[in-house]
Every structure is written in C-alpha cells, then in structure tokens.
C-alpha cells in the first residue's frame, strides 16, 4: 500500500485531565502516516485523486482545537476518524500526538499516544418473515447506512426461502451486504442488534418469526474466538439461503476457516440438494 507521511505538524490545543491544561493549552506535535493508493495520482498528476496536504493540515488543526479532551487518546481517536471519513480514498490511518510539555513532574522529552485505524470489510446477512418483508429489509439497510462508521457497499438480490429448525412459521425473504466499517466486530455487532431492536425484533422462539436478523457472516479475514462473536457465522457453509445473496455480491471471497470460495460453497449446496 502506498504512504502519505505528515511529520511533526505543530498545533496549539487545550487538552489535558489538568484544568491549567484546558484554560491556557500547550503545544502538541502531530504526525500521521496514511495508507492509500496514489498510482491514479501518480499517473494522471491530479489532486483531485490524492490527499491535499496542506487542506489535510488545517483540517487537522481544526478537528484537534475544536473540544478539549481530559486525554490525548481520545483526541487521537476523534482525528483518526475525521481523517477516515472525510478522504474516502484514505483506507488506513496511523496517527501519533506527542505531548512535550505533559505535567509529569520528570524530566521527559515528551508524552505520546499513537494509535492504528482502518476501514474494514464486512459482509451481513439480513432476513424478515414478518410483516412487510422487503420493506423490513430496504428499512435496515437505510439504518445500517446513516451511521457514519458504517457504508452500505453492496446489496443482495432478495430470496424467498423456507425457515430452518423452527418450521412452523412463514417463508423468510432473505438478502446480504457489503458494508465498510470502522467498527470492530464487537462493536458491530452491538450496533446490529440495535439496529434489530430499532425495527421490532423479538427474541421469543429460538429461530422463530421475527421482523429483521442481521448477522456478520464474515469480517475481514478474521476467525474469532471470542464466545460472545463467532466469525465466521457458525454453518454459514451449510445454508443456502445465506450463501446466496452472499454470492451475488461476493462470489471469490474466500471463508477463512474452510479455504473455500464462496460460489465453491454455494454450488456444492446446491448439488447436494439436486
């Protein structure tokens, strides 16, 4: 991935736990190092299709004075995501803000925080069987899509398919995204169940009836161990009813666990099922 470096930007800020520290504020240094391609750049010698330093600079400088933060970790997070999603171009950010007059009582030459931020890649599965399918679908991908941490990329064709475990329930209509996100997948994940509580969702039957279901099928490359958010989604491989949609928008991505394209997965699916 190519690199815009920006060292040691000087910015007078008010940020400190100390109320000195916010009522007279003292020099911080900032750099940033950004991941992004610059071949179209390069190529066409064009600045629409790169990241104007000097406008990145007093954007910067403007973001970093417009609260006061008790910490610089926090201030580093607020830039980090200004950055993001102001240059769609950008894909990562990695941002350090040393603090070279920090109230430490020692002699240091300064204080600093640096911290590593990126968009990431995330498909989610969506299903309804209650009430106004289609429009319980188009409803969630609108919520998922105003969140500014969140970008709806691609949508599914919708499929009409049984339920599986509890049967004794109307057809499911059934659909997957692409989304980009800032997220980690915890905090993701929280945010769709939000998002399924926002339009109705009731946990009363396990695999029951139910108005929306969003589900992370896949993130990035990663495989968790966490108990609390399984990714890949457990027996995804088995459900064609997921692997569907999921093929209409990412055919070649692989699973993780399986080593297996997705199309691979689906027609398997689909031949047993002949």
């Known amino acids: 991935m190519d690199k815009i470096y920006v060292k040691d930007l000087q910015v007078y800020g008010f940020h400190g736990v100390n109320q000195q520290e916010k009522d007279l504020g003292q020099r911080f240094v900032i750099s940033v190092e950004l991941s992004l391609n610059l071949k179209e750049a390069g190529e066409s010698d064009d600045l629409n299709r790169t990241v104007n330093y000097a406008e990145l600079c007093i954007g910067i400088e403007e973001e970093f004075k417009k609260e006061k933060y008790n910490l610089i970790e926090t201030a580093a997070e607020k830039l980090t995501e200004f950055i993001l999603l102001k240059y769609q171009i950008i894909e990562r950010v990695k941002l350090n803000i040393k603090k070279p007059w920090a109230p430490i009582g020692k002699p240091v030459e300064y204080a600093a925080v640096e911290i590593d931020r990126s968009w990431h890649k995330a498909y989610i599965a969506i299903g309804s069987n209650v009430g106004n399918k289609e429009n319980n679908l188009l409803s969630a991908i609108s919520l998922i899509n105003e969140s500014n941490d969140i970008k709806v990329t691609?949508?599914?064709?919708?499929?009409?398919?049984?339920?599986?475990?509890?049967?004794?329930?109307?057809?499911?209509?059934?659909?997957?995204?692409?989304?980009?996100?800032?997220?980690?997948?915890?905090?993701?994940?929280?945010?769709?169940?939000?998002?399924?509580?926002?339009?109705?969702?009731?946990?009363?039957?396990k695999w029951g009836p139910r108005t929306i279901d969003l589900d992370i099928l896949l993130y990035d490359n990663l495989v968790t161990c966490d108990e609390d958010i399984i990714i890949p989604h457990p027996r995804m491989e088995e459900r064609l009813f997921v692997l569907k949609p999921l093929a209409d928008i990412a055919p070649y991505a692989v699973h993780p666990l399986l080593n297996k394209r997705i199309v691979d997965l689906m027609n398997k699916l689909v031949k047993e099922e002949e």
Do not use: C, W
């Open 154 to 205: 691609k949508v599914s064709e919708f499929y009409v398919t049984k339920p599986v475990g509890y049967v004794n329930q109307d057809d499911f209509l059934n659909g997957a995204i692409e989304v980009k996100t800032l997220l980690s997948p915890k905090d993701l994940m929280e945010f769709l169940l939000k998002k399924e509580k926002d339009l109705k969702r009731e946990r009363i039957i």
